[in-house]
């Protein structure tokens, strides 16, 4: 996979994060909510997270809207509702190569900074 950089426009943790990442100009930037990700595109998200699961985020307002936290959710449900609603891909996201970073934790800012 290419370097590649998704993240949500209007959300201003991830401005904040772009802007410590160096050589964020050699990444493919997508804006999740005006380019969607694609099914193939998640498929190999998940192979290098190892789960839908991993990169699926429960702080979504729709989380609690549409109910899924009263409900057990399976891997090809993670995948359905990242896949119908951006908002479900926890971010930002970062691949490089054969490594991903999720979220915006921390120590997952900091190794986006140090790998980038």
Do not use: H, W
């Amino acid at each position: 996979m290419p370097r590649l950089f998704y993240y949500l426009g209007t959300c201003s943790t991830c401005e904040r994060i772009m802007k410590q990442i160096p050589n964020l100009d050699r990444f493919t930037l997508r804006e999740i909510k005006g380019d969607p990700i694609t099914a193939k595109e998640l498929d190999a998200m998940k192979k290098l997270a190892g789960s839908y699961e991993a990169l699926f985020s429960r702080v979504a307002l729709k989380f609690r809207g549409l109910g899924l936290n009263k409900m057990t959710l399976m891997e090809k449900d993670y995948r359905k509702y990242i896949l119908q609603e951006y908002t479900f891909l926890k971010r930002p996201v970062m691949v490089l190569d054969d490594r991903i970073f999720i979220g915006n934790g921390k120590n997952v800012v900091k190794a986006m900074a140090e790998a980038a």
